[in-house]
T-cell receptor
Framework: GQQVMQIPQYQHVQEGEDFTTYCNSS?????IQWYKQRPGGHPVFLIQ?????EVKKQKRLTFQFGEAKKNSSLHITATQTTDVGTYFC?????????????FGRGTQLTVWP | DGGITQSPKYLFRKEGQNVTLSCEQN?????MYWYRQDPGQGLRLIYY???????QKGDIAEGYSVSREKKESFPLTVTSAQKNPTAFYLC???????????????????FGPGTRLLVL
């Protein structure tokens, strides 16, 4: 069945260091979404990637969708304490059961000041 | 003020008891979802509904039941058959599948604040 794997599960960085989380799918995805969940909060949508090889930027965050549409990454440049939280990727495969996203397990980011 | 609400924030369940978690949205979204979150497990889909009066099982539906009698409401019942119900439950909604945009692309999911269920 459809699976979206996300690594690493945990990442601890010093403020100012870079951070990257990776998602890999067992099948080709139609699109991928990224969400952020702050400690004690709920997931909030960050961005959606649809096209093969697509790269999008939001300030210090860079999102990539692989050429084969089976992997994606989120890179944060020069982390800040406000980046703390868990980052989830979520893939959609229109060839599978309609209407649902497949979430990765998330990467929990801790930033030391 | 538009959004998605969940109640209660905390819920305690006794052994053998059924409990119902509320999820309401006033975003006029067609699709609604229930997820369970355990530490280190990410988001696991329990049930989802693309339209009123219809719903599908997710990955961990055993021990849970839902109804979708109204567009704005998607309550989740945790039955006594769910032996390990302690978790953080998140409800989400989305416009639904965007059939008109060419390739079918799901819309953003908006999450409620969640309900923490604890077993006494």
């Amino acid at each position: 069945g459809q699976q979206v794997m996300q690594i690493p599960q945990y990442q601890h960085v010093q403020e100012g260091e870079d951070f990257t989380t990776y998602c890999n799918s067992s099948t080709t995805l139609s699109n991928i979404q990224w969400y952020k969940q702050r400690p004690g909060g709920h997931p909030v949508f960050l961005i959606q990637l649809v096209k093969s090889g697509e790269v999008k930027k939001q300030k210090r965050l860079t999102f990539q969708f692989g050429e084969a549409k089976k992997n994606s990454s989120l890179h944060i440049t020069a982390t800040q304490t406000t980046d703390v939280g868990t980052y989830f990727c979520a893939g959609f495969d229109r060839g599978s059961t309609l209407g649902r996203l497949y979430f990765g397990r998330g990467t929990q980011l801790t930033v030391w000041p | 003020d538009g959004g998605i609400t969940q109640s209660p924030k905390y819920l305690f369940r006794k052994e053998g008891q059924n409990v119902t978690l509320s999820c309401e949205q006033n975003l006029n979204h067609d699709a609604m979802y229930w997820y369970r979150q355990d530490p280190g497990q990410g988001l696991r889909l329990i049930y989802y509904s693309q339209i009123v009066n219809d719903f599908q099982k997710g990955d961990i539906a055993e021990g849970y039941s839902v109804s979708r009698e109204k567009k704005e409401s998607f309550p989740l019942t945790v039955t006594s058959a769910q032996k390990n119900p302690t978790a953080f439950y998140l409800c989400a909604s989305s416009i639904g599948l965007n059939w008109l945009a060419g390739p079918v692309v799901p819309e953003t999911q908006y999450f409620g604040p969640g309900t923490r269920l604890l077993v006494l």
